[in-house]
């Protein structure tokens, strides 16, 4: 389907654009800081070839000092950094070197690190919230597992009176901190986390170098860039955007793990104090307003009718009302609506959960909606835009299925809302059979420690899926899943909307392929399943059709094609 590629490509550009601009607005002129950056993209301007992340691995685990850049309001920049964390744990000694921490607050973060000081008070006298403007949550998932493998954590970042002195003075001291961890620790790895332009060779490498080398130390390294947005577009114009890890240089990758327009998305939430925030930067407290995330969806809305050409009314925008985690007072709301009543604990389950959900009812004798959103991630807008769109397109349900019925006709309603998400952003994953092996491998060795709940989904999804490959027939499924179907907890929507969000995917890649028509997908959004039978027919229908289709596997190796403030 080269026009949906094409349109799909488009979509993307303008919203990296729009964000580009606002992230200009919100910067203004900074000659040290542009200067610095057209030095970092210097190195990135292509890649030797598709890399994965087995070869970034043993890189890795080869190298004295890894350089891992940091897009400090990404959070798939730092579930990467702890993601390669946990990958090297157990084979190499690790020190870890953290921007967000000063040299001068070593000792607390020492006594932190080895649970003589709680977390609030860590914070409070490092002056966390003044000197590292960024969400501390992230960081504290990758400290308790550096505290339970006993890996050390050092502070390399300073206070710099001079702004046009601040990049380079900060890398000198840095260097100097990384610099004797590799002289006094020899034979460890010492992995440094900073700003993504921080890590360029001619910059804080550079600097260790300076101060090793003429001491007779010469560090292998390993330089892991994230998310370059040039090079996504390479990709994109040689039909390769699914790939994951860029061979830059001889000892650079490149992680890819989100598209440009999300990227800087997560700056612009950071900057209206949404989630990814921890502190605002231009004055006090500001609360992230319904309008600002009504508008987001207002837009994906916009983006996902001209790739599906459903002429969407855009009137039922005026009947939809949009509230985040700052909102939690729209539990009040729903308490004067008699309709919404008996929902609140089935709400009150998915806020606990961190659920975004889409509730749709009667104001009036009019068709509203609401939408609630647990956080800023667009990834969450997309699917709960796609929600709306599709309960506008079917219209009011005559009578709501039940058992069985519901459960596919969730699985479906799902699938809808993760496919339009991957249109808005492609690199959105979802589970696979494969992965969801893994982890079941890794909790039976005790290597995960997840809860029950979360085993017996997995567990669930595999036997749902193992069925799907010896049967099609709708009395096996019930005879199999009976007890399941019938509980009235939350099982059966999570079993459900996991096996949506994989058969979402998997639609996602078929439909982008060519080898299924977005007329079937289209055609998805109108269906209201009102007779028993038809959710769990339309499944067993793709199931069919989805047989010989596999989503891309990024990562295989193939040959050389062609030698912003988070950042910093």
Known sequence: MARLRAQLLRIQRENYEKNQRQVKRSLGSNAFVAKYGREYHRYLKSYQAISNKSELLRRAIASDVVYHGDYHTLRHSQRSILAMLQELAGKREIILCLEMFHGKDQKWVDLYMSGELEEKAFLHKIHYARKWAYNWNPWRHILDFCRERRIPVLGINSQVENPEMSLQARDIFSAQVIGQALIRHPGALVYVVDGDYHISPNHLPKEVDARVLPLGVVPQRTLIYQNAEN??????????????????????????????????????????????????????????????????????????????????????????????????????????????????????????????????????????????????????????????????????????????????????????????????????????????????????????????????????????????????????????FAAVFSERTALPQTFSTQLGYMLGNRLYYAVKKGLIPLKDIRDLFYENFDHPGLAFAAYARFVQQLKRIRPPVPGVREEPTRSLAASA
């Open 231 to 480: 090079l996504y577009w390479m990709l994109a114009a040689e039909h390769k955007e699914e790939a994951d890890v860029l061979q830059i240089g001889v000892d650079s990758f490149c992680l890819m793990n989100t598209v440009p327009a999300t990227k800087l998305q997560s700056y612009l939430d950071w900057l209206e104090y949404a989630e990814e925030g921890y502190f605002p930067v231009r004055g006090n407290w500001a609360e992230l307003s319904g309008e600002n995330y009504f508008s987001q969806l207002q837009s994906i809305i916009q983006n996902l009718d001209s790739l599906f050409q459903f002429r969407f009314p855009m009137e039922t925008m005026e009947r939809l009302t949009v509230y985040s985690s700052r909102n939690l007072d729209f539990t009040e709301v729903i308490q004067s609506i008699p309709e919404l009543r008996g929902q609140i604990r089935r709400i009150n389950e998915k806020i606990r959960r961190g659920e975004g959900f889409l509730i749709e009812y009667k104001d009036a004798g009019m068709d509203s909606y609401l939408v609630y959103l647990p956080n800023s991630s667009i990834n969450q807008a997309a699917e709960e835009a796609t929600h709306f769109m599709n309960v506008v397109l079917r219209g009011p349900l005559k009578q709501a299925p039940l058992g069985h019925d519901y459960f596919y006709a969730n699985l479906l309603t799902e699938a809808l809302g993760f496919f339009g998400s991957k249109m808005i952003n492609e690199k959105r994953k979802a589970p696979t059979e494969s992965s969801l092996r893994l982890f079941l491998g890794k909790a039976k060795q005790g290597l995960e420690t997840p809860n029950a709940e979360t085993v017996k989904i997995s567990r669930l999804i595999l036997q749902h899926l193992h069925l799907e490959k010896r049967s099609s027939r709708e009395m096996d499924f019930r005879k199999k």
